[in-house]
């Protein structure tokens, strides 16, 4: 018997979406952006049990958590212009 093939919806590209969210938080080493889209990610799964504004309020303050999760753009430039081979 064939097994029945999930639905693809809205919350696969949103799951995805946090996963490069995190990645980028990754690539400038801020932990709290890298976390923050974690949580988005996982909230996005369509198995767990949240619903309609629960959901939406959770993804939410995550995005809010992950933009306020970066350091200042002098950092980030600080960072740009170190030469890695240096350190």
């Known amino acids: 018997m064939p ?17 490069l969210m995190a990645l980028l938080g990754m690539t400038l080493s801020a932990w709290g952006a890298m976390v923050s ?5 996982i909230i996005s799964h369509p198995a767990l049990p949240f619903k309609g504004l629960t959901r939406f309020i959770f993804l939410a303050l995550f995005v809010v958590v992950y933009i306020l999760g970066f350091p200042d753009a002098s950092v980030v430039q600080e960072m740009m212009a170190t030469d890695i081979s240096k350190a």
């Not at 889209?37 to 990610?41: C, I, R």
């Open 37 to 41: 889209a974690l949580g988005f990610s």
């Open 3 to 19: 097994a029945q093939k999930a639905k693809f919806t809205w919350h696969y590209y949103a799951m995805a979406f946090g996963v």
